[in-house]
C-alpha cells in the first residue's frame, strides 16, 4: 500500500512561488499533494513582462506561463480569484474565502508563503480619486489601456524602472506623458548622473516629459470638492499643476505581509526567514519571493526570487542540500530601443576608481566602478553587448587586474589554462 503524500499548501500564484514548484516537481513529482491559493482570477503569468503588453507589442496571452493545463497535467489544485484571510497554525489549516463567497479550508503539513508585495501609494490628498493607479498587476494594465483608449494626459509618479516603463507605454497608447521624480536624475538608483543625463535626453526626444526633483503635494478631482470625481491635474509642492485624467503611482512596493502577522509570524520589512527559506518562527511555514526578508533584504527583482525558488524546492523535496545566500542584482530597463544595464556600485565613492568612456554622439556611455583589484559596478547605456560578462566578474568576485587594458573593451577570448580567478581575500 501507498504511503500517504504529504499536502503541501503555497499561498500566492505569482512567478516565485510556482518556479518553486516547477523545481520541486522536477526532483521530487510524487512527494506532495499540492494546493495552491492564488488572489488573481488567472493562472501564473510573468509580470514582468506587463509593460510590452502594456506598450500593445504582447497580449495577456502571451505572458501566461503556465496556463490552466499545467496545474491539471501535475495534479496540482488550484484555487484561483481565492482569498486566504486566516491560516490556522495549531491545526495546520488555510482558510480562504473563494471569488463566489464560498469558504474553503486546506490542511497541511508544509506552508509556502509567497504572497508578493504591494505597490506603495503615496499619502497625498486625493490618492482614492478615480484613474488613480498602481502598476503591479493584470487589472491594473488593463485599466491604464482602457484609460488610454479614453483620455489624453498621464502623469506617472516614479522615474525608476517600472514607472518609465509605465510611462512608455502610456505613450505608445497615444496618452502625452510626464513623469515626475523626487530624485535629480532618472533611476537614480540603478545609474549615476551621467547616464540618467542620456537616458532622459533619448525619452524627450520621443516625447515624454519630466518633472525631476518633483515633489507630489495633492491630486486634484473634477468633482464638486477637489478630492472628488475622477483626477484631473497632479499638483506640486512648487505650485505646478501638471494636468492628467490618468495617474499612475510606481514608487516602490512593499512586501505583503498582513497575513503572516495575523498568523503571528516574525516580519520585519518581510517575513524573516532563514538560508533554508523557513520562517523563523515556525518550519513548517516557508516564505520565498517579494514577501520574504532573508539577511535583513527584501528582493524585488525576480532573479534573486528564484534563486530562492531553487533552493527551497531542495529543501522541501527532502534533499537538504542547499543554502541561499543573497544575491547581487542587475538591472535592465524594458523599453524598446533602448539598452541599458547597471549591476552593483555604480557611483563609486572612497577606496573605488572607475574606468569611464564616453561617445555623446553616439549616445554610448560605459563606466567600470573598481576596488581591491575587482569589478564592483558597471554602468551601460547604449552598448549593453557585455553587460553578462561583467555581471559574472562582479557576482564571482574575479580578479581583473590582470585585464585593466582591454576591459572596457569586452570579454577577451581565454587560452587554456588562464580562466580568471576569484580575487584573494583577507583572512577574517
Known amino acids: 500500500m501507498a504511503s500517504k503524500r504529504l499536502r503541501l499548501v503555497m499561498v500566492g500564484n505569482g512567478m516565485a512561488g510556482v518556479r518553486t514548484l516547477e523545481e520541486l516537481l522536477k526532483i521530487a513529482p510524487g512527494l506532495y499533494d499540492i494546493t495552491v491559493f492564488g488572489a488573481e482570477p488567472h493562472p501564473n503569468y510573468n509580470r514582468i513582462l506587463l509593460s510590452p503588453v502594456l506598450a500593445g507589442e504582447q497580449t495577456l496571452d502571451d505572458i501566461v506561463l503556465n496556463g490552466w493545463e499545467w496545474y491539471a497535467q501535475h495534479g496540482i489544485t488550484l484555487h484561483a480569484g481565492c482569498q486566504v484571510h486566516t491560516v490556522d497554525r495549531a491545526?495546520?489549516?488555510?482558510?480562504?474565502?473563494?471569488?463566489?463567497?464560498?469558504?474553503?479550508?486546506?490542511?497541511?503539513?508544509?506552508?509556502?508563503?509567497?504572497?508578493g508585495s504591494d505597490p506603495?501609494?503615496?499619502?497625498?490628498?486625493?490618492?482614492?480619486?478615480?484613474?488613480?493607479?498602481?502598476?503591479?498587476?493584470?487589472?491594473?494594465?488593463?485599466?491604464?489601456?482602457?484609460?488610454?483608449?479614453?483620455?489624453?494626459?498621464?502623469?506617472?509618479i516614479g522615474g525608476g524602472l517600472l514607472g518609465l516603463e509605465a510611462a512608455s507605454g502610456l505613450m505608445q497608447r497615444g496618452m502625452q506623458v510626464t513623469v515626475v521624480h523626487a530624485g535629480g536624475w532618472l533611476l537614480d538608483r540603478q545609474l549615476d548622473a551621467a547616464?540618467?543625463?542620456?537616458?532622459?535626453?533619448?525619452?524627450?526626444?520621443?516625447?515624454?516629459?519630466?518633472q525631476?526633483?518633483?515633489?507630489?503635494?495633492a491630486l486634484v478631482g473634477d468633482g464638486d470638492a477637489a478630492d472628488t470625481g475622477r483626477v484631473r491635474a497632479v499638483r506640486l509642492q512648487d505650485g505646478t499643476e501638471l494636468p492628467a485624467q490618468l495617474v499612475v503611482m510606481a514608487v516602490g512596493i512593499r512586501p505583503r505581509t498582513a497575513l503572516a502577522r495575523q498568523m503571528r509570524l516574525h516580519v520585519e520589512r518581510g517575513i524573516v526567514v532563514n538560508d533554508?527559506?523557513?520562517?523563523?518562527?515556525?518550519?513548517?511555514?516557508?516564505?520565498v519571493g517579494e514577501c520574504a526578508q532573508h539577511r535583513g533584504i527584501a528582493y524585488g527583482l525576480v532573479a534573486p526570487l528564484f534563486e530562492q525558488g531553487r533552493v527551497l524546492a531542495s529543501h522541501l523535496a527532502e534533499w537538504g542540500i542547499g543554502r541561499y545566500q543573497g544575491s547581487r542584482l542587475s538591472a535592465k530597463l524594458k523599453v524598446t530601443g533602448i539598452d541599458l544595464f547597471s549591476a552593483g556600485n555604480v557611483q563609486g565613492g572612497d577606496g573605488t576608481e572607475e574606468i569611464v568612456v564616453r561617445d555623446p554622439a553616439g549616445g554610448v556611455y560605459k563606466k567600470l566602478v573598481l576596488q581591491d583589484g575587482r569589478l564592483v559596478g558597471a554602468c551601460l547605456y547604449g552598448d549593453?553587448?557585455?553587460?553578462?560578462?561583467?555581471?559574472?566578474?562582479?557576482?564571482?568576485?574575479?580578479?581583473?587586474?590582470?585585464?585593466?587594458?582591454?576591459?572596457?573593451?569586452?570579454?577577451?577570448?581565454?587560452?587554456?589554462?588562464?580562466?580568471?580567478?576569484?580575487?584573494?581575500?583577507?583572512?577574517?
Open 384 to 428: 549593453t553587448a557585455d553587460g553578462s560578462w561583467y555581471f559574472r566578474l562582479l557576482r564571482e568576485g574575479l580578479a581583473v587586474e590582470g585585464l585593466r587594458e582591454q576591459l572596457m573593451f569586452g570579454e577577451p577570448p581565454t587560452p587554456a589554462g588562464t580562466a580568471l580567478q576569484p580575487a584573494a581575500r583577507e583572512a577574517a
Open 276 to 287: 533554508t527559506l523557513q520562517t523563523v518562527t515556525d518550519p513548517r511555514i516557508y516564505a
Open 195 to 210: 547616464a540618467g543625463a542620456l537616458l532622459q535626453r533619448s525619452l524627450e526626444q520621443r516625447g515624454m516629459r519630466f
Open 212 to 217: 525631476l526633483e518633483g515633489q507630489t503635494e
Open 120 to 156: 506603495f501609494i503615496l499619502p497625498v490628498p486625493g490618492r482614492a480619486l478615480e484613474g488613480v493607479l498602481a502598476y503591479r498587476d493584470i487589472a491594473d494594465t488593463q485599466a491604464m489601456i482602457d484609460a488610454a483608449a479614453r483620455y489624453r494626459e498621464a502623469v506617472v
Open 91 to 115: 491545526r495546520r489549516v488555510v482558510h480562504g474565502t473563494d471569488a463566489a463567497g464560498q469558504a474553503i479550508e486546506t490542511p497541511y503539513d508544509r506552508l509556502i508563503l509567497a504572497t
